[in-house]
């Protein structure tokens, strides 16, 4: 069954997409194509009225993501107007997915980047907006420092600075800073977020990201007279 059947099939009779009945919830469960879209949809239908206005761009930024073909148009159109209706707040929605992939950190970041994405679709992210996705980062269980680092590496920073880009202190030590870059270019290559069961759509996503961590990176290097080369 390809995935937008498998969508369409979660849908149908649902009033709530991301109820858990029927299947295995645990925090080891692989996330499937499906259950990865549901998310994000469900949270992002919710971040698109955050700011009381569904604007036309919001709604072309989950087709920016997903890009369904023909047949799966109608999947996704229904998954998004029934996260929009149903009475259930946005901090249901993170909760749940905070339960079922506590395991799995990656995952949730990967959600909190496509609602980035969103919220940035229309060209203005408004202050709702981001007080949404701060209360999202905090149901996922993220420090306000990790939170920092996924907000710059979508946002910006003052001076752009690449150590908030990291999540990492200034006074790092160059052995901790080399072993916090591995840890953060692992957890976010766009092979991993693939294999964790994002769509591969979003792919574009994890390659903006990753490039926004190499320069940071490499900046530091260059600040600290340290060779790329020496550094890997």
């Known amino acids: 069954m390809s995935f937008w059947r498998k969508l369409a099939a979660r849908l149908q009779g649902r009033d709530c997409f991301l109820e858990c009945d029927g299947f295995d919830?645990?925090?080891e469960r692989r996330v499937g194509d499906a259950d990865f879209a549901m998310a994000l949809i469900g949270l992002g239908a919710k971040l698109a009225k955050a700011d009381g206005v569904?604007?036309?761009?919001?709604?072309?930024?989950?087709?920016?993501?997903?890009?369904?073909?023909p047949e799966g148009r109608d999947a996704l159109d229904?998954?998004?107007?029934?996260?929009?209706?149903?009475?259930?707040?946005?901090?249901?929605?993170?909760?749940?997915?905070?339960?079922?992939?506590?395991?799995?950190?990656?995952?949730?970041?990967d959600v909190l980047d496509g609602l980035f994405h969103i919220a940035k679709a229309d060209g203005a992210v408004t202050a709702s907006e981001l007080?949404?996705?701060?209360?999202?980062?905090?149901?996922?269980g993220f420090t306000p420092l990790e939170y920092r680092r996924v907000y710059t590496a979508h946002m910006g920073a003052p001076e752009d600075d690449p150590y908030v880009i990291l999540?990492?202190?200034?006074?790092?030590?160059?052995?901790?800073?080399?072993?916090?870059?591995?840890?953060?270019?692992?957890?976010?290559?766009?092979?991993?977020?693939?294999?964790?069961?994002?769509?591969?759509?979003?792919?574009?996503?994890?390659?903006?990201?990753?490039?926004a961590i190499n320069v940071a990176y490499?900046?530091?290097?260059?600040?600290?007279?340290?060779?790329?080369?020496?550094a890997n």
């Open 167 to 211: 999540g990492i202190d200034a006074d790092i030590s160059d052995a901790d800073l080399k072993r916090a870059y591995r840890r953060i270019a692992t957890q976010n290559h766009p092979d991993r977020m693939i294999a964790r069961g994002a769509p591969p759509a979003a792919q574009k996503l994890a390659d903006e990201k990753m490039a």
């Open 218 to 230: 490499g900046r530091i290097l260059e600040e600290r007279g340290i060779l790329a080369g020496a």
């Open 131 to 140: 007080d949404f996705l701060e209360s999202v980062a905090e149901e996922f």
């Open 54 to 69: 569904v604007t036309r761009s919001e709604i072309k930024a989950f087709y920016e993501v997903f890009r369904p073909p």
């Open 25 to 27: 919830c645990g925090p």
């Open 78 to 109: 229904r998954a998004f107007e029934l996260a929009m209706q149903t009475t259930l707040g946005f901090e249901g929605y993170a909760r749940r997915l905070a339960r079922r992939f506590r395991a799995h950190p990656a995952i949730l970041e």
